[in-house]
């Protein structure tokens, strides 16, 4: 204890203290969405890790000592070229009770900085959590009253899971990098992380995924709809703040725009690019008071992109031009200088061929300040126009309208009219796919025998389980009565099949009275009306693919697709089988 004191003594003293900083990157747009800061000790003869030193300093009642120095080096070395880039900054709950704490202390040092308080993030693990619950909330409570953002890390680590989050309401949440290591070949961990992914979504929480190594994790994780990531892949800590490397920035768009374009909903939602009109345009050698005659010349100008060579560089609204130009000496500054020493490049840029219900998402999660600014819109990185949020927002209420026309009442799910448009797609397109048909056996059986009410029941398990399984952003669609349809865009369906039938088959006995069950049948009427006993309900899945064969004609396909179903439906219990 005695070495473990002149240790952490000499490392206050000395301020043996260096932030470096991990850059957090939007896993749908492919640019540096902020960065958390870390805390690390510099001298070699220190030999201690930064964790040990907070154990230590909760020993010895000097938490708020240490959060000080840690916090205070991690503020002051941060300075981002965006102003609106957000940073992480970790914090130790177990500041609250020492009695040295002081409110106010991290806004104090944010304004000696010119800092904004709206980009700091509060990062609390919740291994805390395990040790002492109270003290987790009561720090949670204190930073939300003073309007800072709340991140909850290592979620998947600790004991409390949901309870906690359910309880805080965090602004983000960040997934353990046990969760998030080899993710790819781990279904369960996709299964896990889709679930959360859902949960965030319905409670308006952003997820991050932390640790992510290598591109199949990556892909895996935009696959399943996670917001950010940070890992070695992206950069290790650092003192200096890095950017993203460009190719790796290209690479999350490619990912991104292929799930979406190549993927289930493309034929659902447009993409944003249909939508872009050229907008105005000024070059950044353009004089500031050129522009502003020619933006009050034209009252329709609400706002303007600066391009260079093509290239969106900054983006501008009248308001905050004629706020530059306001005041006493506004005009006289600034009337003369070229509109390059303005440049805000903090703005939303998309690509083309992203689904306007990405872009929507994305476009609502901006800071409340630019939540009504257009966004721009780009084709192999170049300018092509700009959408305003009332188009977008236009465009997105049309289409949830048309899927809320032609989905099936009982389920949810997009009915016969979307669902031609998605084997259509498939079928005269050039990528792979996998199309499967579902049907319960016994179902009209079972019906006759339990009653409508129960039938209904089974077939919103029945669609249940599959979007469940549906971890690749299968489209899922109900045909009507006990058919189904699954579109794939890939071959390999089989563990999709096998995961809806184990489920369904371990499920199934719970829609069936007692005597019943241990009969293993039950009686109903058959198609002549008569007394007859029927097995279990089952389900027969037909799958085909254009990995032997490819189709030019819709009813080629459909004959082949029934003739299997057929086949299927000969086995006793449940059976699938993909050509």
Request: proline fraction near 3%.
């Amino acid at each position: 204890m005695k070495d473990e004191k002149q240790i952490f003594n000499k490392i206050i003293e000395g301020e043996f203290i260096t932030p470096v900083y991990q850059p957090v990157i939007s896993l749908t747009e492919g640019h540096i969405f902020g960065y958390e800061a870390v805390s690390r000790i510099p001298v070699k003869d220190l030999k201690m890790d930064i964790s040990q030193v907070f154990k230590i300093a909760d020993k010895l009642g000097k938490a708020w000592e240490l959060e000080v120095l840690c916090r205070t080096k991690a503020l002051k070395n941060f300075m981002p070229i965006n102003r609106e880039k957000k940073l992480f900054l970790n914090v130790n709950p177990n500041v609250i009770n020492d009695d040295e704490f002081k409110e106010g202390f991290t806004k104090e040092r944010l304004n000696e900085y010119g800092l904004d308080f709206n980009n700091i993030i509060f990062e609390i693990t919740e291994r805390t959590a395990i040790y002492d619950k109270k003290i987790f909330l009561d720090s949670i409570n204190h930073y939300r009253k003073q309007k800072y953002e709340i991140a909850i890390d290592d979620v998947g680590a600790g004991y409390s899971g949901l309870n906690t989050i359910t309880a805080i309401r965090p602004n983000y949440v960040k997934l353990d990098k046990n969760l998030i290591k080899d993710i790819d070949k781990d279904e369960t961990k996709q299964f896990l992380c889709k679930a959360m992914v859902d949960f965030c979504k319905s409670s308006n929480i952003v997820l991050l995924a932390k640790g992510i190594d290598t591109v199949e994790e990556l892909k895996t994780l935009i696959k399943l709809n996670v917001d950010l990531g940070q890992g070695y892949f992206f950069g290790i800590p650092q003192e200096m703040l890095i950017d993203i490397e460009p190719e790796k920035s290209e690479m999350i768009k490619m990912f991104h725009t292929k799930k979406y374009i190549e993927k289930t909903r493309s034929t659902t939602y447009p993409i944003i690019g249909y939508l872009s009109k050229k907008g105005t345009c000024f070059h950044p050698d353009e004089k500031i008071n050129n522009i502003f005659e020619a933006v009050k010349a034209d009252p329709i100008i609400t706002d303007f992109t600066i391009v260079e060579d093509d290239i969106a560089v900054g983006f501008m609204s009248r308001a905050e031009l004629n706020e530059l130009l306001g005041g006493q000496y506004g005009y006289s500054l600034h009337a003369g200088r070229e509109m390059r020493q303005f440049i805000k490049d903090d703005f939303l840029r998309v690509n083309y061929n992203m689904p306007v219900d990405q872009v929507s998402r994305l476009a609502m999660q901006r800071n409340f300040k630019y939540l009504y600014n257009p966004v721009v819109v780009e084709k192999d990185r170049k300018y092509t126009g700009i959408v305003t949020v009332k188009d977008l927002l236009d465009s997105c209420t049309k289409v949830d309208i048309e899927i809320a026309i032609h989905s099936n009442p009982l389920t949810g799910l997009p009915g016969n009219l979307l669902i031609e448009k998605e084997i259509s797609s498939r079928i005269f397109g050039e990528q792979q796919y996998c199309i499967l048909y579902f049907d319960l056996d016994n179902f009209k059986a079972y019906n006759d025998a339990y009653g409508f009410q129960n039938g209904d029941k089974l077939l919103g398990f029945t669609a249940k389980t599959m979007k469940k399984h549906a971890v690749k952003n299968e489209f899922i669609g109900h045909i009507g009565g006990d058919d189904f349809i699954t579109v794939c865009d890939y071959h390999d369906c089989e563990n999709f099949c096998k995961a809806v039938i184990e489920e369904f088959s371990s499920s199934i006995n719970s829609f069936y009275r007692e005597e019943d069950v241990k009969n293993g049948y039950f009686i109903s009427r058959n198609r002549h009306g008569i007394k007859d006993s029927f097995p279990l309900a089952s389900i027969s899945i037909a799958g085909i693919s254009n990995k032997s064969k490819m189709y030019q004609d819709i009813d080629e396909f459909s004959n082949d697709i029934a003739k299997l179903k057929k086949k299927c439906k000969k086995h006793q219990g449940s059976y699938f089988e993909i050509i």
